[in-house]
């Protein structure tokens, strides 16, 4: 049963600090996405990938967030420094590419910065 | 304006009872998919049913269906026999066509139904 993973699960952080998310796409799905889902924003793209390479990264604040793809196999989004308003579950999604609609989603990462 | 747009903050259903999500979208694209995706309390976003803009038939996934309205905008998720595992978040989300000076485009998501079933 192929699922996208992701991890940590839940991470706790104080102002300032780092954060590293990580995400493995279903093995030959080589489009991947990161959504933020917040109660008053609801769910809003961050960024995505495509065959590793970044198409669009316009929802990201891009002085503190910043996603790779390292391989197939692995795409990170890190915060840095982390703020408080960053709290929020992030979520990676996976497809098979842009010709193919749907979208598989990970379990989701909460963040809380405190 | 919202593309994507649920009206019902929440909905209330029987058991075996069949119920109806509404969402209402907005594109000036003739290519489009329309998609709904449930999410327990657990968290997770479970995909459940697609819609091509140029599909002639609705589409269903046992017992979930999509009552599409082209003319109408409107892609409403009907569930059948709802069943207590049913109840949870769903949202309504579309795709649109890349832009000109774009590869590809992400899901834009409706607000979300809360779906509560009682026995």
Same mark, same amino acid.
């Given at each position: 049963?192929?699922?996208?993973?992701?991890?940590?699960?839940?991470?706790?952080?104080?102002?300032?600090?780092?954060?590293?998310?990580?995400?493995?796409?279903?093995?030959?799905?080589?489009?991947?996405?990161?959504?933020?889902?917040?109660?008053?924003?609801?769910?809003?793209?961050?960024?995505?990938?495509?065959?590793?390479?970044?198409?669009?990264?316009?929802?990201?604040?891009? %002085?503190?967030?910043?996603?790779?793809?390292? %391989?197939?196999?692995?795409?990170?989004?890190?915060?840095?420094?982390?703020?408080?308003?960053?709290?929020?579950?992030?979520?990676?999604?996976?497809?098979?590419?842009?010709?193919? %609609?749907?979208?598989?989603?990970?379990?989701?990462?909460?963040?809380?910065?405190? | 304006?919202?593309?994507?747009?649920?009206?019902? +903050?929440?909905?209330?259903?029987?058991?075996?009872?069949?119920?109806?999500?509404?969402?209402?979208?907005?594109?000036?694209?003739?290519?489009?998919?329309?998609?709904?995706?449930?999410? +327990?309390?657990?968290?997770?976003?479970?995909?459940?049913?697609?819609?091509?803009?140029?599909?002639?038939?609705?589409?269903?996934?046992?017992?979930?269906?999509?009552?599409?309205?082209?003319?109408?905008?409107?892609?409403?998720?009907?569930?059948?026999?709802?069943?207590?595992?049913?109840?949870?978040?769903?949202?309504?989300?579309?795709?649109? +066509? +890349?832009?000109?000076?774009?590869?590809?485009?992400?899901?834009?998501?409706?607000?979300?139904?809360?779906?509560?079933?009682?026995?």
């Amino acid at each position: 049963d192929a699922r996208v993973t992701q991890t940590p699960r839940d991470k706790v952080t104080e102002m300032g600090q780092e954060v590293t998310m990580r995400c493995q796409p279903i093995l030959g799905h080589n489009t991947v996405f990161w959504y933020r889902q917040t109660m008053m924003q609801g769910l809003e793209l961050l960024a995505y990938f495509r065959n590793r390479a970044p198409l669009d990264d316009s929802g990201m604040p891009k %002085d503190r967030f910043s996603a790779e793809m390292p %391989d197939a196999t692995l795409a990170t989004l890190k915060i840095q420094p982390s703020e408080p308003r960053d709290s929020a579950v992030y979520f990676c999604a996976s497809a098979l590419g842009l010709s193919t %609609d749907t979208q598989y989603f990970g379990p989701g990462t909460r963040l809380t910065v405190l | 304006a919202q593309k994507i747009t649920q009206t019902q +903050p929440g909905m209330f259903v029987q058991e075996k009872e069949a119920v109806t999500l509404d969402c209402t979208y907005d594109t000036s694209d003739q290519s489009y998919g329309l998609f709904w995706y449930k999410q +327990p309390s657990s968290g997770e976003m479970i995909f459940l049913i697609y819609q091509g803009s140029y599909d002639e038939q609705n589409a269903t996934e046992g017992r979930y269906s999509l009552n599409f309205q082209k003319a109408r905008k409107s892609a409403n998720l009907v569930i059948s026999a709802s069943q207590l595992g049913d109840s949870a978040m769903y949202f309504c989300a579309m795709r649109e +066509p +890349p832009a000109a000076n774009q590869a590809g485009t992400a899901l834009i998501f409706g607000k979300g139904t809360t779906l509560s079933v009682s026995s």
